[in-house]
Every structure is written in structure tokens, then in C-alpha cells.
């Protein structure tokens, strides 16, 4: 722009000397090559604004004009996941490479309509909303890239979050089709329901080589430590259902069971429970005569008194997560919402996001075969315990549950944590809650030291102009033995330090006594008290009631005797 | 025509610009610059996943249809049976080898087999099993046991090692007990030989659970086997060594930034990185230095650098900079393990591991990344870029971490087996385990016992770390041992005083004398509730039981002959609050290493230090009461018992060795002094020249115990803000301190 104003302005001064005929000619061809110019510096400087104008029209693409991929029957098929995979045997840790922001750059294939010879296909649903949220989110996160080749994980568009609508072959063949496939090296696949009948397996069935996989409902058996990732089951009541949060504190039923689908076992077991303890326990099922067009996922029933759900999740302490066909269930997510502590019994389930949230501070895991003892486990947990697992509980779900973009970027910080394992996120960062954040006190020295007197202190003066002050000090700290280094901070811009060995005898000074007397001056200290609180946005100032005297100081004993005499004799 | 042929030169210059810009060989410098701060902020300049405008199909999340059909077919009782014959080998789990019902009667109880005649056991493992045996854990009726140790030497089993010991499968298979290994643990340290080095013990596990060092991720049974560190012969069964680090520096920076000295392989396993550590020593604050010198023929293997490695290898020496390095590279060995990494820890020096596929020790429960750098062996030459890139308030933190992890899990055999028992402890309670919290910070999982509480508040290490205070009002436990005879009784006194402080919720009498209870009319009315306890068999060390009806956070500990004002315990419990976790109370008493008889004294001398404080006048968080308890052994206690002495000296050295900080004594009114070893009751009791030499015992029975001295010397009293101060006594909130 600047560049182009200085053409314009030199341009003037010439035409005029020239013939009319030549130069209307001129100045024609003048505007354009300005126009150019201009056209240019526009480009330059607002280059986001003309693509996202393409962006506008990309916005009104529909899936069904996603490019069609026919797959021949004959088209390879992945390795199943091998067990054995770890971060440094199965993951090319080269194409994530150094860089200072310690941050890995995820690639996401175009999407593409798979489908096989006779043009079924390979899913019956094809991309979900879900899936389509998650993939938005990842890239307009800092992850994203759109450069393939500087990529060091790459997500598939091909959504398989869940299998039941998968045909397992086709899908595989898919995979392999795309093309940095490589045996599925850095690929992230994202499921949520795994398995099918009448095994229900606990990882995703589709054969996928080497690829990370970010499931829901990993078993202990399935689940590759330090490879995969174990996500929530997304809840879309997240979405749909807002939940104030409560304080904790007790709630009207100790435990509540709201799941529909548990097994005639278990539900006998908690009907037995319910015969022995009474009202604590509030036992809801299905809805068996809803009136027609009333979501059944929301409602809950017992002896017909309907509930509404999730809401009734609030009502209570505990809410019980019975493991189904899968050890995931969206549930988890549904009560944790409500700030509701879960007791899961879902034996050999890898809980969402293990590698880094810690959750026994906010939910109870007993196993199947005590679900008759469960009231009793419960009882013994301190009242207080219960409240900051209820105010745990409810931070999960905000931070890691709430949407498939927390569980998406929270399964990518946990694969970019162990690449980057020396700027990881502390253990604090993934499991304190905010409110605990703000309120704790992390000493930068929190080892136990009592450190030894050989290294002394080194002390720091701080001056202005009153020199006979500053030497009367100098000449008091310097007889202390432990002092190692005495180091004078001269503020004065309008006065050179003293030099060399002066001596200087005291002066009655008395200054120190009026200034700290000064009214002025208190007001002026009692501001900046202020200032600094509330930028600190808190007063992180305690306020005590003791002093540290050494142990004899002003007992009834020879002051010869004592390692501090003089102290206190001023 | 010169003007026309002047436009004719500027037009094409222009044109010429207009084509340059397009092309994007030249940019404008602030359009480049803006484009860059983009990419910093983490602005994309395009967004290539669309947002689609057409409706898409729902994730439905209900398997509800799936379950109900499922739950037809199949029992949940039976599938768990399916689980636990099918998982086995490689492949167990704690779901599926192991028997929990074994646990459920008598708690954890640990069971080591006899020890058979003829067995050659090493002195490492013989340290294992007497830790074991000497600990709370142990039982020996196999009857009551819920996991099971061999009395095998199963340590070494690498073949050409002069212990390993042979015919293992055999002694095994004979074992009455053995089960197929199941609800058995065994220790190993090395595995396989030259040249693979497998993870192979050479006889058949069964469902045993492993403590290996050296254990790979592709091997360990995640929650079943545990990964313990590689640790020397002359490791000290209990105890330890402490940390080096005296004192933290700031910059944190040492001499060097990366050290590392050791052998270089020449061929097999193992080699690889070790032989490419010359592209980064540098001489200078990279210093990595390997030898071929080692093994009978290195000679034969020798390739062009030897000499050179060699020469500069021996020019450094190995503690020097050990001590002097920020951070200290620990590359796998023959095996994954190695000792450097235990030398380094306890060297202040952060580890930077190189061993790709180490499950580190302990990783259950230990967050390396707050201790160690966790390198990957294909990176070697980005390391130092990575390691200079590390902040020094992280440095800061890395290196309090290694001392904390080493004291609390490492630096003693005893530590290193109690670690592993309470590991599976914590799988077998799984709803009363330890958070990642109590592992991974001070005082570490070994002095917080979940069985107490898992509430974190309820312990007095977290108050900072969660943002909480202490309940704010103390129980005061009073230690009654003379029989009420009088109202003047110093104990009715004391009562009275205690009851008045604003901050006292309750008090509980705790009463140890074999006369029967007084009636209740006898205690004087307060405005405090009182509770009688009768002392279980009237023993010293029934006043440190953890009473459930102690509700409070704060303890006041009370001999029946203390002397006390309102004011001083009003002031004493707002000290207390400060520091929560150490003991804070008035008498103090001081040890010292006594160099002519060689062992630890006791003075109750007035000295300028102390490191004790008597728990006849003491406040303490009441954990301590429960710890005592529990996690002393009984041999100490019972001395205690049988001594009717030394109860207050246990407790400051348990408190001690948790904190690893000095008790602190607050000041008090001179006549207590007098009152303290003057007359009443109390006074058989210090008179006695045999209580005295009874102390000095006790001081080295329980030294020789903790495996160390715990106790530690203050020289701090703390006082009353304006105490003694030259200013008017009606300033002073607690003026009756000073009043006499």
C-alpha cells in the first residue's frame, strides 16, 4: 500500500507535459498497472480473507458430493492390531521431529465415499455428526495441519466410531486405501462402540496394522498401555441437557442405579439392596407405557412414578455404572455430568483417559462379584472424601467429556504429552479443578531441606543516597560469620556510588523511624497492598501470629551460654 | 520523445513489479511478518475440513438393544470364569490369576516359605525376605496368607552367574503350596544371558506375578507384574543413604549439563546407542564418555575409536561428575536397566533415559516426567537441544523430585519390597487405594496409608497442595495414670484450662490407672464435652491409639501433670495451624551422637537446640496417632509397653522420619520447667535413675529400626509476636505467657 501511494503521488507531476493524444493512452495503462498494485498489496495483506471466501463455498458442500472411492474385492486387507505395539516400536517418531513448541502437527484426510464393486457402502450411516464435530474441532485446534508431509499423526475421515454400522472388511480395505496408510504407522482411529455379538469384543474388530486406536471400552486385555488411548463414551445428552452445577454436598438417595439394560443378575442383586436399605437406594428402569412422542432416552421409571433423565442423576450421592454388552457406557458421561460420584463395576475396563486422570479422587471402582457389598463399601467413604469426588466428577466431565471436541483434543494432548514427554502436562494441569488451581499453594522449594550453614547468604542492600546509613550496615553485617557475599543495589541515576574505603562515622540517624511513621507514606503502602491483591486476584498474604526466637531467647540463663546473645538487646 | 520513452521504462518497471508480486518472489515485508505471527498464534490460513450443511446421521451411544440381547446368553458369573481360564501366561491379569478371596479374611497378609536346607540364598535376597518378614505385612501361617514368596533364590537367572540356582523348575513344581504360581510373587533382577538377554526366567511362572528389573513394555503384565529398579548388592537392607542435594540452587545449573560414563559394547545388544554417544559429547558441558576396556577380548573387537574413547574416558572421573551435572543420561545396558539409574537419582542428577521399551520402575504409581526426562533412543541426536531447552524452574522441580522418589521408594532393599507389597496392596482394595497424589508427593505412598482415610484432607501433608486449613479446633487426649483423690489435683487443673480455650472442641481422658473410674461427677463441668476412655490394657501405648471419637484434625497429647494456661494452648494450637504436619509443643529434649561410646545419647539439658518435643504437652495432627499404630512394628511398641517410657521419643522419631523436618517447641511460662520435674506423681516417674538410661535404649533401639537417626535439630523457638518486647503488656494478645 505504502508502495503503491508513492507511484500515484509521482505520477501527476509528469502528465502534464505531455500531449492529450498520448495521454489519456497513458494514463490508462497507468490505472492499470496501479489497479495491479493495488489488487497485489490487497492479496498480500489480506490473503485469509479471499480463501476464506473460498472456505464459504467449501461451507456449502454436502457430504453426498464427497468424491467416490469404488473398492475392488480383491484390495488388500490390514494386519489385526498387533499387541505387541508400543510408541517406539509401531510409531514413527521422525515425522513428528523437534520443534519448539513441542506440539505434533495431525493431518486429516480428505472425506471420501468408500464404496465396494456393486456400490454398497462400507458404512450404513457414513460420516456422523459426531465424528464430523470432532474432525472440525481438531482442525481448528493448533494440532492441525494441512500439509501431509510435515504431518506426524494422521487421522482417517472414515468414521468408525461405531461398529455397528461398519461392514469390517470394506472398512479395512478402506483404510489401506489411503495414502499415507504405510501399515497404519501414526494413523489415530477413534471408536467409541467396539465389538459386536455375540463376543462383543473390547476393541475395535476392523483390521488396522499399526494404528493407534482411541477406544471406548477397552478391556485390560485389548488395551496397549502407552499406545493406545481409552476415551469416553460420548454422552449427545452433553449437548442437549444442561445441568447446573450443584454443590456438593449429601443429596436426597445414596445410590442411584438409572441404567435400563443390566443383566437379571445384577438387577436382582441391586433389588436385594434395596430390601435392606430402604429409601437410600432409588432403583429406576425403562418406561414400559410412554406416551407416544416422549424421547424414552429421557425418561426413567419405578413402580410407575416416572423420572426425568438425566436430571434425577442430581439427586443422588452415588450412581452406579453397570458395565452392558461393553465395558463402555455413555452413562459414565451422563453422571458425571450431574456431579454424581460413579461406582463402576465393569471388571478389567480401562477407565477414559487412565494415562492421566486420576480416578480414584472422583469415582469408586468395585468389582462385579461385590456388588452386594457395594452399600456398605460406600458407607465407610468419609462425608468429605464424597464431596470432593462429586466436585471432581463434574470437572471431568467439563474438561475431558463434554463434547467430542474435549474428547478429541484431550486423546491428541495425551499422544502429544508422550512424544513430548519432558513438556508434558503436569498431573496438577489434568486433575485439578480450577477452583483448586486458584486456591493451592505450590512452593517452587518443596523438598524438606534444612540447608547446611557452609554456603552462608549472600545479603542485599539496597541503597539511595544515604551513605552514612548504608555504611553503618555494611560495617554490623559483615562481622556475621555465614555471610558470603554482600552485594549493594545503588539506586540513584543522579549520584555515582562511593568509592573506595572511607570511613564514615554515624550520624544520629533517626530518619528511618520518621519515614516509616510518615502518614503518607502508609497510604501510599496500604495502595499498593491493594494493587497487588488484586491482580494476584486473591491475597495470597497469611497472616501469623508467631516469631521464631532462638530456643533461650530472654530466658533466665548466662547469655554466655547462648548460641544467639544478643539478640533482642537493642 | 524523452517522456514517453521515461514511461515506457517506468510502465515495464511497474509491469515487471506487478509480475514479481504475483509470482511471490518478492514480499512485502510486513505481509510476511504478519503471515508469521499468524502461524505463531496458531491462526491456519485455510480450514480444509468443511463444515457440512447437510444433516448427518446421529452417534447413538445406547447399546441398549446390544445388552438386553447379550445379557440372554450369557451369565455374568460365567463369563467371569471364561475370563479367568482363558487369560493366562503372558496374558494374566490380576482379573485372572489371581484369587482375592484369599485377601478378604485376614487382610493383606504375605507368607515367605521356609527355608530349606542346602539352599544358597543370596545376601540381596536374603534382604528381601527378612524386610518381609520384619514387616506389618508378614504372617507365618500360610493358612492366613494372601500372597506367597519363595524362600528361592530366583534373583540372578542368568546361567553363567555363580548364584543362579539350578533345578529351579523341579523345586518349584515341588512345592505344597505353589498352586500354579497363583497369589505368588517373585523377585528378579537379572534375566537371560549373553548374547539376547531375554526376559526368560528359565522356569515356568505359572500365574505367578513378577518384580523384575529390567522388564520391558512388550513383557510386563500391566496391574499384575510390577517393575522394581536394578539395585546393587551393597544396597543397604533398610534405611539408606539420604539424598546428596543439601540445598537447592538458583540458577539451578551445574558444571555440566549432560554426563555420561561407561562401558561401550561393541557387538550385540544394547550397542547401538551406546556407540553413537560420541556425535554428542562435546568436551564441554556434553561430556559422554564409553570404554571398550572391558570383558576378557575387547581387544579382539576393538574398532577405530577405541583408543580414542578410552583415552578421554579415563581423564573424567565418574562421582566428580555424577555430583556436578544437571542432568545424567542413563542409555540401556546389556538389559534395559541399569544401576546408573538409582546413581543418578540419588545424585541430584535428573535422569535422562535412554532405553526405548524400559518399564521404569514402579511406573504404576511414579510419574517419571516429574523426575526424569524420558528420551527415545532414536533421537540421541536431538537430546542436548532438548535437554537445554528444559526451563530451569522445571529443573528446579526435576531435581527435588529425584530426591524425594529416592528417599521415599529407592535408597534401602526395605523400601524398594515395602513398595512393591503395598503396590499390590493397592490392586487388591482397589476402592481404598492410594491417589497418584499421595505416591508422588512428600512424604510418598509409604507414610500414607489409605486404610486410614481417602479422603486427602484428612491427612496432614495436603492442606497446601489442595487449598484447604485444618479443622480449626483441636481434641485434647489427657493421659490419666494416678487415681482422682483430691480437687486440687493438678489434672483437674489442667481440665479446667484446657476446656477454656476457644479453639478446644472436646477432651478425652484417657484412663490408665488400675484404680476404677472416678464417678462423673468428680470431673469438673466445662463447657467442652469430657469423655472417659479406660486405656486398653492400661498400656503407654494405648494413648496413641487412633480413637474414632478424636474428631478433629488437631491432637492436644496431655500428661495429667502438665501444667498449662489457656493462653499457652490458645497460642500453641495457632502455631500448630501453621504447620500442620510436625508436632508443636513445650518441653523439648535434644540427641547427640555420643563418639566415645559410639552411639546415640539423650540430654534433657536446657541447650540451644532441640530436636524433640514431649508429647506430655504437645499438639500433632491426629494421623500421627494412627500411624503410630500401624505402621510401627510391634517389637517397638511393646518395648514401649513394657518400659512405661520412651512413648514421647518413638513418636518424635516416627513424626520425624515422615516430615523430615524438626518438631517445633513454642514458648511457655518458666514454672512449667519446675512443675515438669518437680513433685506429684510424675515425679517417681524422672526420678528414677533408671529412666533415664532407659531412654538412651530406646533412642538406639529405634535408630537401629528406622535404619537411620530421623530426628533432626532446630534451633527455633517460636514466641508470641510481641513477646518480651518493650511495649505496653496491654498490646500483647497473649500477655499471660509472659507474666509469671
Redesign the interface.
Known sequence: MY?SGK?SSRGPA?IP??KTK?RIY?IT??SV?LL??IA??M???W??SI?SA??WT???????DAPLVRLPVSSPIPERGDL?C?M??CFD??RCG?N?KNRIKVY?Y??QKFVDELGVPISS????????DL??A???S?F?T?DVTRACLFIPSIDV??Q??LRIRETAQALTMLPRWDKGMNHLLFN??PGG??D?NTALDVPRDRALLAGGGFS??T?R??YDVSIP????LSADVELPERQPGPRHYFILSSQ???????RAELERLKEENGEALLLLDKCSNLSQGVAS?RKRCYKGQVYDYPQILQESSFCVVLR???LGQ?ALSDVLQAGCVPVILA??YILPFSEVL?W??AS??????KLSEMYT?LKS??H??VE?MQRQARWFWEAYFSSMKAIGLTTLQIIN?RIY??A?R??EQW?NPP??K???????????????RA?GFTAVVLTYDRVESLFRVITEISKVPSLAKLLVVWNNQNKSPPEGEKKFKCPECTAIDGLSLDQTHMVERSECINKFASVFGTMPL?V??????????????PEK????PNI?SL | MQ??K??LIL?SA??C??LL??LGGV??P??SR??HD?SRN?Y????????????????????????????L?I???HK?DV?TSV?KGK?C?M?SCFD?SLCQKNGFKVYVYPQQKGEKISESYQNILSTIEGSRFYTSDPGQACLFVLSLDTLDRDQLSPQYVHNLKTKVQNLPLWNDGRNHLIFNLYSGTWPDYTEDLGFDIGQAMLAKASIS??NVR??FDVSIPLFSKEHPRTGGERGY????SIPPFRKYMLVFKGKRYLTGIGSDTRNALHHVHNAEDVVLLTTCKHGKDWQKHKDARCDKDNAEYDKYDYKEMLHNSTFCLVPRGRRLGSFRFLEALQAACVPVMLS??WELPFSEII?W??AA??G????LL?IP???R??HQ??I??LR?QT??LWEAYFSSVEKIVLTTLEIIQDRVF??G?????MW???PGGLFALPQY??????FPFYY?????KPYPKFTAVIHAVSPLVSQSQPILKLLVAVAKSQYCAQIIVLWNCDKPLPAKHRWPATSVPVIVIEGENKVMSSRFLPYETIVTDAVLSLDEDTVLSTTEVD?AF??WQ?FPERIVGYP?RSHFWDSNKERWGYTSK?????SMVLTGAAIYHRYYHYLYTNYLPTSLKSMVDQLANCEDILMNFLVSAV????PI???QK?QYKETMMGQSSRASRWADPDHFAQRQTCMNKFASWFGAMPL?H????????L???QVSILRK??RDIERL
Open positions: 508502495a507511484y509528469l507535459r505531455m498520448h497513458y495503462l497507468f498497472v495491479g498494485l497485489t498489496g492479496f498480500q495483506f490473503p485469509h480463501e473460498a472456505d467449501l461451507d456449502k458442500r454436502s457430504v453426498h505387541s508400543r517406539h516400536t517418531v521422525y523437534y519448539p486429516i480428505p472425506l450411516t457414513g460420516l456422523s455428526r459426531e465424528y464430523n474432525l472440525s481438531i482442525s481448528d493448533n492441525y494441512d466410531l461405531n455397528n454400522s467409541m462402540l455379538p455375540p462383543y485390560t486385555w488395551y498401555q502407552g463414551v460420548y454422552s449427545p435400563t439394560a443390566i443383566h437379571r443378575e445384577y432416552a452392558g454388552a461393553r455413555a471388571d478389567s486420576d480414584k479422587r469408586v471402582v468395585i468389582p462385579e462379584e463399601i467413604i468419609p468429605r472424601q470432593e504429552d514427554p519432558y508434558a503436569t498431573y486433575n477452583v483448586v486458584w486456591s493451592s499453594v505450590n512452593s517452587p522449594l518443596f523438598l524438606p531441606l534444612i540447608p547446611p554456603p497469611k501469623v501470629e508467631h516469631r521464631a526466637d532462638p530456643v533461650l531467647y530472654k530466658d533466665d540463663f551460654l547462648k548460641s544467639f533482642g | 517522456a514517453k521515461r514511461y510502465l511497474g509491469a513489479l506487478v508480486f504475483y514480499q512485502l510486513a505481509a504478519s503471515r499468524r496458531g491456519r490460513p485455510d480450514q480444509p475440513w468443511p463444515h457440512f450443511s447437510d444433516p448427518l446421521h446421529l452417534f447413538l451411544p445406547w447399546d441398549q438393544t446390544d445388552t438386553e440381547e447379550y445379557n446368553h451369565s455374568p458369573r467371569r475370563n487369560y496374558r491379569r482379573d482375592f513394555t512388550e500391566p496391574n542435594l543439601k540445598y537447592n526405548n521399551g510419574d516426567n516429574t526426562v524420558i527415545d533412543e532414536r533421537l536431538q537441544t532438548t535437554v531447552s528444559i524452574d522445571k528446579l522441580s527435588q530426591q524425594f482397589e476402592h487405594s492410594r491417589s497418584s497424589l508422588n508427593s512428600h482415610s481417602g479422603y486427602l484432607g484428612d497446601a497442595t489442595l487449598g484447604i497460642f495457632t502455631v501453621s523439648a536446657w541447650t540451644n537446640d532441640y516430615t523430615k523436618l524438626p517447641k513454642v514458648t518458666k533432626v532446630s534451633q527455633m523457638r517460636l514466641d508470641p509476636v513477646f518480651k518486647d494478645k497473649y
